[in-house]
């Protein structure tokens, strides 16, 4: 029996906390996890470990979890060997394409896509050849509003400023709760003792939210703002700033204040009051406090951009960032500077260069919103859906209108989908392909160091071999590949395994060969603890992508959105809006088939204020019936005062006892799908980003 001690990230959320794994190898050669635990001597996570990465072993030893090819004949899945399944796919998408057109081909990258870096340097080596316009993603049920910000101000969807939170004086988070996502396009391992820090010094930490969350129980001050409305408040806030001289100048070149202020001019803290539900003399304090401390941080995140005016909502962080001279400033919000540079790599993307077929959605980035994307299936005529590709998704719990989606996918022609589970969406694939679980592939996380509180770069060793027979994701794409360039006589150009990408990304970024750390491959498995490379620094003005390489502070599309938001409905009084939550302990939908995970006390129910049970002749633990326009769910109610009088909360990715999914421990579990609620009609008329908050419900008895 040997006993080895390995260093690695979880990277099962943004927090990429760095762990000491302790494996075991039997007299047969077998290994075994021991133990997974936090590595205090990580460059950035510092021990911090949450349950989520303690629960890597359940996914590894989870007897659910796919391990071989497996095809559905009927009802029942069977074992295909790997060679059969790439000709199978490469002949039903080549013969449905060369019946019904490219875009007869749709696929979905669900949120697991940018925490495994096979998925990030590969997907595309396969799913390109296809030349489809119909590609969807996670992306617009999540952080879509924050990229396409980014791009019309900086010039690069990517371009994310990131909270300074390890030296700014006054944090004001909107629509975010990092102590149960461990930071969220803010990469924050330890967050709750990075957050009380900014109090211990003497500053302050204000949460806007509809219900209090596990961040506002900490904070100094909760403000409860009506779900949706976060616009409303963002706009009274800047039109202060304005009004009451409170600005700063900037470094930075901009362009397009003027027109900024005088386009807001009308959006004064006693008009907008009404509409958010915080007093105008709370707004007007609030603003006055951000622009006296000394450094601050405007940051909103997943509450602020699912919902109608998301885009808007981003575009005014951004703002009063800038007009108080903490845009790119310490202690303020600042760019990182990572070691695989996807700024300095890629162009700064596109907008609304074509639009989906039936609801003239745009796209971004080579993506529509994945809101059409039923719709796209179940409407007839020259462009319809009649294949699609899932990776690493789930979108019958994790996108708006899950009912609708699964009568769409019940009428494809074939559905291919690379993942190790059977759920509640790949269970209607004629074909799955897994690949490795997390802990038998080496990983170089791409996309979080780009959004990280300090510079840090890793590279993660696999911890246990790779099974035979099995293949990692990359792998897979590249058989897809193959398969599909042969049958249709296209020339296929060589590539090169992930980590041989990332030595070159390393050597060519901005610590690399030309640089005094002279960052490799090599250099970075001499550190298995990962490398600190320092603190965030003002780097944007250098960093800029538009075409006059200034901020772009009044983008036509968003002054041209505010009219929108002047003419929007306000809810009636008597109304319910619903929200989502999220726990530490869960992330996506998949999650929840590991004990680790599920148990202690439950998390399903919907949130209720006391006085909105009281009027409707509810009692507390209750079955309630809760209808939207959609559809309707049934669920035990909780009463609380958490949540705001008018608010119900319901959180993401539950609902798994549906017909043939294969996940017994989730299946195990009470709940019911918030997506079978929310309504792919309902958007940010912008982006075509989903409203997955302020949703309008009724709840009745069951």
């Known amino acids: 029996m040997t006993k080895s001690l390995h260093y690695r990230a979880c990277h099962l959320c943004e927090a990429i906390c760095g762990l000491a794994i302790e494996t075991e190898t039997q007299a047969d050669g077998e290994t075994h996890i021991r133990s997974i635990k936090g590595d205090a001597q990580d460059s950035f996570s510092r021990g911090h470990i949450c349950p989520k990465a303690v629960a890597l072993q359940d996914i590894q030893n989870d007897p659910d979890r796919i391990r071989q090819p497996m095809r559905r004949i009927g009802e029942q899945w069977q074992a295909i060997d790997w060679d059969e399944a790439f000709e199978l796919v490469a002949e039903r998408l080549s013969t449905i394409q060369a019946a019904h057109g490219q875009n007869a081909v749709a696929v979905y990258q669900g949120n697991p896509s940018v925490h495994n870096y096979g998925l990030m340097t590969h997907s595309n080596y396969f799913l390109g050849q296809l030349k489809t316009r119909n590609r969807f993603s996670a992306t617009s049920v999540d952080q879509l509003p924050h990229h396409l910000t980014s791009h019309l101000m900086y010039g690069h969807g990517l371009l994310i400023p990131i909270p300074d939170i390890d030296h700014t004086d006054f944090m004001l988070i909107l629509g975010g709760n990092p102590l149960a996502s461990n930071g969220s396009i803010m990469t924050v391992p330890d967050v709750e003792k990075r957050l009380k820090a900014i109090q211990a010094r003497g500053g302050k930490l204000v949460v806007v939210d509809p219900r209090r969350s596990e961040t506002a129980a900490i904070a100094d001050q909760h403000l409860f703002v009506r779900p949706g409305s976060d616009a409303a408040l963002l706009l009274a806030l800047l039109n202060t700033l304005f009004e009451e001289g409170l600005t700063r100048g900037s470094h930075l070149p901009v362009e397009g204040l003027e027109q900024v202020r005088e386009a807001i001019g009308g959006f004064h803290a006693e008009a907008m009051s009404a509409r958010c539900g915080v007093p105008a003399e709370t707004i007007r304090q609030l603003a006055r406090d951000f622009a006296a401390a000394d450094k601050a941080v405007c940051y909103g995140r997943m509450g602020v951009s699912t919902q109608a005016f998301g885009t808007l909502c981003q575009w005014l962080v951004q703002l009063i960032n800038l007009v108080t001279g903490n845009l790119d ?6 760019c990182t500077t990572p070691a695989v ?3 300095a790599s890629t162009s700064g993307g596109h907008f609304n260069r074509w639009q989906s077929r039936v609801s003239g959605l745009p796209e971004y980035g080579g993506e529509l919103p994945v809101s059409a994307l039923a719709g796209e299936m179940l409407t007839p005529g020259e462009g319809q859906i009649r294949a699609l590709v899932t990776v690493a998704g789930n979108p019958v719990l994790s996108t708006p209108n899950g009912r609708q989606l699964e009568q769409a996918l019940d009428g494809l022609e074939f559905m291919l989908s690379v993942d190790f589970y059977i759920n509640e969406t790949t269970r209607y694939a004629d074909l799955i392909l897994p690949p490795t679980a997390p802990l038998e592939h080496d990983h170089y996380d791409t996309t979080f160091n780009v959004f990280a509180v300090r510079n840090v770069t890793r590279f993660n060793e696999a911890v246990l071999a790779k099974p035979k027979g099995a293949l990692h994701d990359w792998e897979i794409f590249v058989g ?4 599909f360039a042969a049958r249709n006589g296209l020339e296929l150009k060589p590539t090169m395994a992930p980590e041989q990408m990332i030595d070159m990304g390393l050597r060519f970024g901005p610590y690399g060969d030309s640089s005094e750390r002279k960052l490799s491959l090599a250099a970075l498995r001499e550190h ?4 600190d490379l320092g603190p965030l620094q003002p780097n944007l003005a250098a960093r800029l992508k538009t075409p006059s390489k200034a901020v772009q502070a009044a983008p036509e599309l968003l002054l041209t959105d505010l009219a929108r938001f002047a003419e929007q409905q306000q809810p009636a009084a008597h109304e319910l809006l ?5 726990h530490v302990r869960s ?21 209720m204020n006391p006085a909105d049970l ?4 509810l009692a507390d633990g209750q079955r309630v019936r809760v209808r939207s326009r959609v559809g309707s769910i049934e669920v035990e109610v909780a009463a609380s005062d958490e949540v705001m009088a008018g608010v119900v909360s319901l959180p993401h990715g539950w609902g798994h006892a549906r017909p043939g999914v294969q996940m017994d421990i989730a299946r195990a579990q009470p709940g019911a799908s918030a997506n079978d609620l929310t309504d792919e009609r309902q958007l940010d008329a912008l982006s075509g980003n989903a409203v997955l908050n302020g949703v309008p419900v009724e709840v009745v008895a069951a």
């Open 341 to 343: 540079d996807l700024v």
């Open 480 to 483: 897809l590949a193959k398969a």
């Open 329 to 334: 400033r310490a202690g303020g919000v600042l």
């Open 587 to 607: 992330n996506n939908s998949w999650m929840h088939n590991y004990h680790r995970l599920v148990k202690g006390k439950p998390r399903h129910q919907l949130l």
């Open 614 to 617: 009281a009027s409707r002749g």
């Open 578 to 582: 619903l929200i989502g939550r999220r």
């Open 528 to 531: 298995p603890h990962g490398l």
